[in-house]
């Protein structure tokens, strides 16, 4: 079975701080994505990686920054948190495949208050 | 640009009768997927059920079934027998089309709650 594990199921930082949120899979998978979750709106991607060192921005991108150094590790940064990055953080991953059928496998995901 | 709706923010069903969520779509593509994914309170997206734009039956996977009706560009989930585990949030998304394979838009998410 896949496995996708987040670093932190709970997160409380204060405003300003950097932010590290960690994502690691274990089944080989090229592509990585990270969401964020909050109510009334659905999932909105925030970037996506098809591969080690490849990032794309996804819809919401403003304010986070993300590194693959290493294929099964994905990292979401927010450089200075602010309160209105308060939210559900999901990690995802996929085998890249070109196919429309492209399940995603995604990790418990960490909810982040920022004081 | 793809979007997906989902009208019910939330929906209550007594336990054993059936429940169906709706969900609606919008493409240009000729191929795409559709999916569902069920999100129980302790936060993991769990994946329900999928449906390929040319499959020409409708889906099924257990108690869960997709309607699928293209020429309405409806996708909507049908959970047959409902039990109290089934009380979650239930997610519809599609995949990002040909061109766009490797991501998937989610609509806003219905949250079901299944009554004794």
């Known amino acids: 079975d896949v496995k996708v594990t987040q670093s932190s199921r709970y997160l409380v930082k204060r405003t300003g701080e950097k932010v590290f949120l960690e994502c690691v899979q274990d089944?080989?998978?090229?592509?990585m994505f990270w969401y964020r979750q909050d109510p009334g709106l659905g999932l909105r991607l925030i970037y996506f990686?098809?591969?080690?060192?490849?990032?794309e921005k996804g819809d919401i991108p403003e304010g986070y920054s993300v590194s693959r150094e290493k294929k099964e590790r994905f990292s979401l940064i927010l450089e200075s948190a602010s309160t209105n990055q308060t939210s559900m953080y999901l990690c995802?991953?996929?085998?890249?495949?070109?196919?429309?059928?492209?399940?995603?496998?995604f990790g418990p995901g960490t909810r982040l208050t920022v004081l | 640009a793809q979007k997906i709706t989902q009208t019910q923010p939330g929906m209550f069903v007594q336990e054993k009768e059936a429940v169906t969520l709706d969900c609606t779509y919008d493409?240009?593509?000729?191929?795409?997927?559709l999916f569902w994914y069920k999100q129980p309170s302790s936060g993991e997206m769990i994946f329900l059920i999928y449906?390929?734009?040319?499959?020409?039956q409708n889906a099924t996977e257990g108690r869960y079934s997709l309607n699928f009706q293209k020429a309405r560009k409806s996708a909507n989930l049908v959970i047959s027998a409902s039990q109290l585990g089934d009380s979650a949030m239930y997610f519809c998304?599609?995949?990002?089309?040909?061109?766009?394979?490797?991501?998937?838009?989610f609509g806003t998410g219905t949250r079901l709650q299944v009554f004794p």
């Open positions: 493409t240009s593509d000729q191929s795409y997927g």
């Open positions: 998304a599609m995949s990002g089309g040909i061109y766009n394979t490797d991501k998937l838009i």
């Open positions: 990686s098809y591969d080690v060192k490849m990032k």
């Open positions: 449906q390929g734009s040319y499959d020409e």
């Open positions: 995802a991953s996929r085998k890249s495949s070109g196919l429309v059928y492209n399940e995603q496998f």
């Open positions: 089944m080989d998978h090229e592509n």
